[in-house]
């Protein structure tokens, strides 16, 4: 079967829709640091910078083969605690 010009965008066009089927797994190894700054402005422009806390977690991503569709699963395992800091705050007393 030939792909002349005129079935070339759709086939890029599969490829596209379909390629994460065909992606090749790879394991992978993460390690994620996390620190809390306090930083402290001057009304003369120095500043200061404190690291309050740190913390340091560790995951990996693996595919393990299995007998069902899609043929292999994905697992993941992680150590350390997962930080999200939401609705970080400014303190000033500058107006």
Known sequence: MSCGPGRKPKVQR?????????????????TLVTKMHLVRMGT???STDLVADQWTTNSSLFYLASA?????????????PQIFF??????????
Do not use: E
């Open 86 to 95: 939401n609705n970080t705050q400014q303190i000033t007393s500058a107006d």
């Open 68 to 80: 069902g569709y899609p043929r292999y699963q994905q697992q993941q395992t992680q150590d350390g």
């Open 44 to 46: 003369d422009g120095s």
């Open 14 to 30: 599969t490829i596209l829709a379909k390629g994460h089927f065909f992606r090749h797994l790879c394991d992978s190894a993460t």
